[in-house]
């Protein structure tokens, strides 16, 4: 995710080929009926699955949208907690429609699914989703399941007891901006025991609530 360079693969597209970032991805795809695209760590692996058939590489996204559990082997990490819920959030612009989810990191399976929300920034659902997440495991009586983030600044905004935005009100983004009072009011008035760990994105790979779109 953030600090890391990768490549993005356009199968099918306004002009297919390889493009080095999500901006550009997205030009050639948003809006295109049956755009298949995907993102690599490499120009080698891009360049590899470009040539190969998208059936061999977007699998997994095709679950994702389906809404189909994706379980990932998470054995070979053993500091991972697979009792936790992560969390995660997809924006496609900064302001744009926002959407965010909770997952079982053991499963996959999606716990919760909000959005998407017109005009909105990818801080803000994240920091949505470790309060919703916060605040179900609260109503459930458990303290003591961890949640992962792989945000810094969903991190510092919760620390900090709400959300630090410089986003600007307009009448397209106001149920997002009643949501995130909503959330304000609740971190301002509980304090969280449930621990929240950062995803450590470079060893583990994406966050298990990815939503694959980068």
């Given at each position: ?70 379980v990932t082997n998470y054995d070979a990490f053993p500091e991972i ?18 959407e965010y989810r909770g997952v079982d990191v053991r499963t996959g ?79 301002q008035s509980h304090t969280p025991q449930n621990p929240i760990m ?17």
């Amino acid at each position: 995710m953030a600090g890391r360079s990768k490549y993005y693969v356009v199968w099918e597209g306004r002009a297919p080929g390889i493009y080095d970032s999500w901006e550009e991805c997205q030009m050639m795809t948003e809006g295109f009926p049956g755009a298949r695209f995907k993102a690599f760590p490499d120009q080698d692996s891009a360049t590899r699955a470009f040539r190969g058939k998208p059936e061999d590489h977007i699998g997994i996204l095709k679950s994702i949208a389906q809404h189909a559990p994706v379980v990932t082997n998470y054995d070979a990490f053993p500091e991972i907690n697979q009792d936790a819920i992560a969390v995660d959030a997809a924006c496609s612009r900064n302001p744009g429609p926002v959407e965010y989810r909770g997952v079982d990191v053991r499963t996959g399976a999606t716990i919760f699914h909000v959005g998407p929300f017109e005009e909105g920034t990818n801080n803000i659902g994240e920091y949505l989703g470790l309060i919703h997440a916060l605040a179900m495991l609260d109503k459930e009586g458990n303290h003591t399941r961890p949640i992962y983030t792989d945000s810094r600044t969903a991190l510092s905004w919760i620390k900090r007891r709400g959300a630090n935005t410089k986003l600007t009100p307009t009448p397209g983004n106001e149920p997002l901006r009643r949501v995130l009072a909503r959330a304000d009011a609740w971190i301002q008035s509980h304090t969280p025991q449930n621990p929240i760990m950062k995803w450590n994105t470079e060893e583990w790979g994406e966050i298990p609530a990815d939503f694959g779109r980068k």
